[in-house]
C-alpha cells in the first residue's frame, strides 16, 4: 500500500553565464555531443514545464530551468518519434523566449533569451543573472561546474516574459552566499516552496529533495528513523528500539542541532548539504546536514496571520484539518517579538482487525475472558476498528530579538512540539485469512489494501522542546558568532508481535505454552528520551575582494544524556498459570525491563 504524493520537479537559478559566445568550460562536452544521440521520444504533455520533466525522464537529462508564471503556463509541442536532445530541445523550446546550453553531458540550463546579448564574458554575481524564479518553482538547486556555450532556439521574449531575478541567499558554510558562491552540493528550498508542494515535516520533505531520503515508517518512530542523503549511513536506523543510533545527517533548526518531530511551519528556507559536513557541523553529518532556518522577529513591522484548511484523505471516513497562526509584535525601535503556532490533525485511512479487549493498560492489562467461568480455556473478545492510524501534531516556536545597533544582533527563541497518534501507514494486503494459530476457535478475515492486523492500536507520544540563544557582532574584518542550545526530548511507543509470532512455524508452543495458551499476548513499549546542551562560538571572516582567503573558526562543546528502555509484558499469562495451579513465583502484571 503506497500513499502517493504527485507534485512537479522544478530546479533553478544556477550561475548565469553571459551569451551565446561565452568560452566552454574545459570539463563540459561541446553541445554537439551531448546532444547528438537519437533516441526514442513520446511527449505528450500539454504544459512546457510539464514536457521538460518528460523529457529528463526519458533521456536522462538534467534540466535546470527557470519557473515564472508565464513559464509554468506556457502551452507544449508534442513530440512522437526519434529525436536526438538536441533537436527535441529546438522543438519544445521554439517560440517560448527561452533558450538551453550543455553545462556538461548530462546537464542542461534553460534561460530566458536576454533583450540585448551581452559580451563573451562571465557575469561576476548573481544580481546579474537572468534566471527566472518565482512561487511555481518546486526546489532552487545550485551545482558547481562551468557553462558551456548556448544554443538558441528561440524567438524574442515578449514584455510579459521577462525575466525577473530573486537571489537565493544561504548560511550553509557559516557566511551569507548565493548559492553558486557555495563550494559544494546544496540544495535551498524556500517557504513558498514548501507551501506549494504540501510538505509538511522532514518526511515528506525527501519527496521534493533530491538524493534526501528516509525510511517512512510513521512519526511513532522520530528518534529511530532520520534522513540520509546520497545513501551514506553508518547507523540501523528504521527498526523499533533503534532510538540511540548516530545520525547519519545533522538536523539544524538556525544554528541549534535538533532531534524529535517537528512541523515545518514559519520558516525562511530549508538547506540540504550533500557530502560530509564533519568539519563545520561535527559528529552526525556523514551524509550532509540539514539546515532549517526559520523566521526571524522583524523590527519595525507588525505581522499577524491566521490560516485555517481541511481536506479528505482517501479511504478514510474522517476530513482532515489545519490550523496555524503567527504575530510579529515590534517593540520600540530595537526589539520585535515572534510567536508561531501550528495544530494539524491526520485521519486513519487503515482499518485495523483482531483488537483483543482487555482490562487496564495497553501494556499490562490482562485480556478480558468471552467466558469468564472458564479462566483457563476461555478465548479473548475480539474487535476491530475503522481508521485506526489517526495523528494529532502541535507545534510552536516563540522568539525574541534585540538589535541595539547594526552590528550587533541578539534572538532568544524556545520551540515546542508535541505529537500523539496510532499505528502507521502499513497493511497486510497478501493475508488470506483463516483460523489464528493461537485460538482455532477464532477465524480471521482476509486481509487487503488498507487492511491491518494487531492486537492493539500502537498508541505513540513524543514531546520535544528547543531552547536557544543566538549572539553575532560584526567586527568590520570578521562576525564573531555564538549559539547556546538546549534540547529535551522523549517519547514512547507501544508495539504489539503477537500475531506475527505466533504465526512462523514451531514459535507456537515456545511462546504460548502447550497447551497452547488461548489468550496469548506479546507488547512491548520503548519508552526514550534525550537531552543535550551544546555550545558553539565562531569567528567567521567577512567576504572582500580584498581578502587572499576567508576564514572560520570555532570551538564547539556538547553535553548530551541518552536514556532508553525496552518493556516486554505478556498480560494474561501469569493469571492463567495461576489458575491452571502453579504454585511457583509468578511477576503478575510486571514488565520485564532492559535498558541501554
Known amino acids: 500500500m503506497n500513499r502517493q504524493v504527485h507534485a512537479a520537479v522544478v530546479l533553478a537559478l544556477l550561475g548565469s553565464v553571459a551569451g551565446a559566445e561565452e568560452v566552454r568550460s574545459q570539463n563540459a562536452l561541446p553541445t554537439e555531443e551531448a546532444g547528438s544521440q537519437k533516441m526514442d521520444l513520446n511527449i505528450d504533455a500539454p504544459l512546457l514545464a510539464r514536457a521538460l520533466i ?71 554575481n548573481a544580481s546579474e543573472s537572468n534566471m527566472l524564479a518565482v512561487p511555481s518553482v518546486q526546489l532552487a538547486q545550485a551545482d558547481q561546474g562551468g557553462a558551456s556555450s548556448g544554443s538558441s532556439a528561440q524567438e524574442q521574449p515578449s514584455p510579459e516574459q521577462s525575466a525577473r ?75 523499533i528500539g ?29 538547506e540540504v548539504l550533500r557530502g560530509p559536513q564533519g568539519t563545520l557541523y561535527g ?27 481541511g481536506g479528505n484523505v482517501s479511504h478514510s471516513s474522517d476530513e482532515s484539518y489545519t490550523t496555524r497562526a503567527m504575530v510579529n509584535v515590534p517593540i520600540g525601535d530595537t526589539l520585535a517579538f515572534r510567536a508561531s503556532g501550528k495544530y494539524a490533525y491526520e485521519p486513519g485511512y487503515i482499518d485495523i482487525y483482531g483488537l483483543v479487549k482487555r482490562t487496564g493498560s495497553l501494556l499490562t492489562g490482562a485480556p478480558v475472558l468471552a467466558d469468564p467461568t472458564d479462566p483457563v480455556n476461555s478465548p479473548a473478545v475480539y474487535s476491530g476498528k475503522r481508521d485506526y492510524n ?32 496510532f499505528g502507521g501507514p502499513s497493511d497486510n494486503p497478501d493475508y488470506k485469512g483463516g483460523l489464528y494459530p493461537g485460538d482455532p476457535r477464532i477465524t480471521f478475515p482476509t486481509g487487503g489494501e488498507y487492511k491491518e492486523f494487531g492486537s492493539i492500536v500502537a498508541p505513540y ?41 505466533l504465526a512462523l512455524p514451531g514459535f507456537l508452543p515456545y ?35 580584498d581578502n587572499l582567503f576567508d576564514y572560520t573558526v570555532g570551538l564547539y562543546y556538547e553535553n548530551q544524556g541518552l536514556d532508553g528502555h525496552w518493556l516486554i509484558a505478556q498480560p494474561g499469562s501469569p493469571e492463567r498459570s495461576i489458575a491452571q495451579g502453579c504454585t511457583g513465583r509468578s511477576s503478575v502484571a510486571q514488565p520485564f525491563r532492559t535498558a541501554w
Not at 196 to 204: E, K, L
Not at 284 to 305: K, V
Not at 517 to 545: C, I, K, W
Open 242 to 270: 533503534h532510538t540511540l543510533n548516530q545520525p547519519p545527517v545533522g538536523t539544524y533548526i538556525g544554528n541549534s542541532p535538533v532531534l524529535g518531530y517537528f512541523q515545518l511551519d514559519d520558516i525562511q528556507r530549508v
Open 511 to 545: 511462546y504460548a505454552g502447550t497447551p497452547t495458551n488461548p489468550r496469548y499476548l506479546g507488547m512491548s513499549e520503548f519508552p526514550d528520551s534525550e537531552h543535550t546542551f551544546s555550545q558553539e562560538v565562531r569567528l567567521v571572516s567577512n567576504t572582500s575582494a
Open 54 to 124: 518528460q523529457l529528463t525522464e526519458q533521456t536522462g537529462l538534467r534540466l535546470i530551468f527557470p519557473a515564472a508564471d508565464h513559464v509554468a503556463e506556457l502551452p507544449a509541442q508534442r513530440l512522437s518519434g526519434t529525436y536526438t536532445p538536441q533537436a527535441a530541445l529546438d522543438q519544445l523550446l521554439k517560440g517560448s523566449g527561452l533558450q538551453y546550453e550543455f553545462i556538461d553531458s548530462h546537464t542542461v540550463a534553460i534561460r530566458a533569451i536576454k533583450a540585448e546579448p551581452a559580451k563573451s564574458k562571465r557575469v561576476a
Open 165 to 239: 531575478l530573486e537571489e537565493v541567499v544561504v548560511t550553509a558554510s557559516r557566511r551569507r552566499q548565493t548559492l553558486e558562491e557555495v563550494p559544494y552540493s546544496i540544495t535551498a528550498v524556500s517557504a513558498e516552496q514548501i507551501a506549494n508542494s504540501g510538505v509538511t515535516d522532514i518526511s515528506s520533505l525527501t519527496h521534493q529533495v533530491p538524493g534526501l531520503s528516509m525510511v517512512n515508517v510513521s512519526a511513532a518512530q522520530a528518534v529511530a528513523t532520520f534522513p540520509i542523503i546520497r545513501g551514506l549511513n553508518a547507523s540501523a536506523g528504521g527498526a
Open 283 to 309: 559528529a552526525g553529518a556523514l551524509g550532509g546536514a540539514l539546515r532549517i532556518i526559520p523566521n526571524s522577529p522583524q523590527l519595525g513591522q507588525f505581522q499577524a496571520n491566521i490560516e485555517a484548511g
Open 461 to 501: 507520544e513524543r514531546r520535544t522542546a528547543l531552547s536557544s540563544l543566538d549572539l553575532s557582532y560584526d567586527m568590520g574584518f570578521a562576525t564573531l558568532s555564538s549559539t547556546s542550545s538546549y534540547l529535551n526530548t522523549s517519547g514512547a511507543n507501544i508495539s504489539s508481535t503477537t500475531y506475527g509470532i
Open 390 to 421: 489517526d495523528q494529532n501534531t502541535f507545534t510552536g516556536r516563540a522568539s525574541l530579538r534585540w538589535q541595539p545597533i547594526s552590528a550587533f544582533n541578539a534572538e532568544a527563541s524556545f520551540l515546542f512540539s508535541n505529537l500523539n497518534g
